[in-house]
């Protein structure tokens, strides 16, 4: 029985090693500003991917500077880029629209503005030419 006691001890022994590697590997990975994430500590650290991933001590460790935003900023990938440029697309596409609807009506409003103002000057014309004041030229007279 004291065989495997000391067996026992050695392996926690061992572990206890490793996750103290493990957290120092986290802590100069903080200092240098890198980002913090399972896979990048097992690229670091050559410790097995088994025992990042399920060591609870380890995963703790890591998710608490993970979850710091200064640590964990985010890569874009070209999908990611490719929807925003889709999003910036359909935002300019509605704002083109909306000054293309004012103009439209802008211009129409003039139209009729103008419209009107020479139907005015049309019957001063007329009025004029009755009372015999001005003489309109004749269309077919050349």
Do not use: C
Request: no cysteine; proline share 3%; net charge neutral.
């Amino acid at each position: 029985m004291a065989k495997e006691d000391k067996m026992i001890q050695a392996q926690k022994d061992e572990s206890a090693e490793k996750v103290r590697y493990a957290k120092e590997v986290v802590d100069t990975m903080v200092e240098n500003g890198e980002t913090v994430t399972p896979y990048t500590v097992w690229k670091k650290s050559h410790l097995s991917k088994s025992f990042i991933y399920t060591n609870k001590e380890v995963k703790q460790y890591i998710d608490q500077f993970r979850s710091e935003k200064k640590y964990n900023y985010r890569k874009y990938t070209p999908q990611d880029v490719m929807e925003q440029r889709i999003y910036d697309l359909e935002k300019e596409n509605e704002y083109l629209k909306k000054e293309l609807r004012y103009y439209k009506n802008y211009s129409l409003e003039q139209a009729l503005s103008e419209n009107q103002l020479l139907k005015h000057r049309l019957a001063k014309y007329e009025e004029l030419e009755k009372a015999g004041i001005i003489v309109l030229p004749d269309e077919n007279k050349p």
